[in-house]
């Protein structure tokens, strides 16, 4: 069975552009995860999706957003991005709500 | 507030075993979960222990939970150059498994 896939892999943008990442799940997830991973902030969670509804929400600014499709595929998108945005952002996703999560391998976004 | 700490680094040498410890705060945590992260490379889910377990061993892997102490760990046996990784630990906030909180990871080197 494939992976959750994550696409791009890598991405450059310039500072108050915005940005849409996509993530496939693992055939049969239907819950999407994201995270942030920053080396000073390390792993933060950004939302989670279950059957197209945001479940729950981390403490990130409304630049961050997120939807997920009736195949449960998922995107998220950043707004006016900034500096500090730079970043390798992590899909997971797993069976149901309270299941075992499995990571893509991130996309890793660079702002300049 | 919901916290886990790890040590941020273990050096050891191939063959020895190696003990990576983590601390957690919840104590409505009903998942524990370790994680490994090879560079460039999104989080692989290496096992995780229920919370009305004490121990749990899959193969090279021991993980050890301690629910008074809220403390976990994971021990490789004959640890090899493969394991050079960076290791995260990660509870479940508010008991939902699609937010987990990680800790800052722990870097082990395996020396040859």
């Known amino acids: 069975k494939a992976g959750v896939t994550q696409t791009p892999r890598y991405l450059i943008k310039t500072r108050g552009q915005q940005v849409t990442l996509s993530c496939s799940p693992i055939?049969?997830?239907?819950?999407v995860s994201w995270y942030q991973q920053t080396p000073g902030q390390g792993l933060q969670f950004l939302f989670e999706?279950?059957?197209?509804?945001?479940?729950n929400k981390g403490n990130f600014p409304g630049r961050f957003s997120g939807r997920q499709f009736s195949n449960s595929r998922s995107e998220m998108n950043v707004s006016t991005l900034e500096l500090g945005d730079s970043a390798l952002y992590l899909c997971?996703?797993?069976?149901?709500?309270?299941?075992?999560?499995?990571f893509g391998p991130g996309t890793r976004l660079l702002v300049l | 507030g919901e916290d886990v700490e790890q040590s941020l680094f273990l050096s050891v040498r191939e063959g020895d075993s190696s003990v990576i410890n983590c601390t957690y705060t919840?104590?409505?945590?009903?998942?524990l979960y370790w994680y490994k992260q090879e560079p460039g490379a999104g989080l692989q889910l290496l096992t995780y222990?229920?919370?009305?377990?004490d121990m749990k061993q899959d193969q090279r892997l021991t993980v050890l939970l301690n629910k008074k102490d809220k403390h976990l760990s994971l021990r490789i046996a004959d640890t090899q150059t493969g394991d050079s990784a960076i290791y995260f630990c990660?509870?479940?906030?508010?008991?939902?498994?699609?937010?987990?909180?990680f800790g800052k990871g722990t870097k082990l080197s395996v020396k040859p």
């Open positions: 222990i229920f919370s009305n377990m």
């Open positions: 999706y279950f059957s197209e509804t945001q479940r």
């Open positions: 990660a509870d479940v906030r508010g008991g939902s498994q699609g937010n987990l909180i």
């Open positions: 919840d104590s409505s945590s009903t998942y």
């Open positions: 997971a996703s797993s069976l149901g709500q309270d299941e075992t999560q499995y």
């Open positions: 055939s049969g997830h239907r819950s």
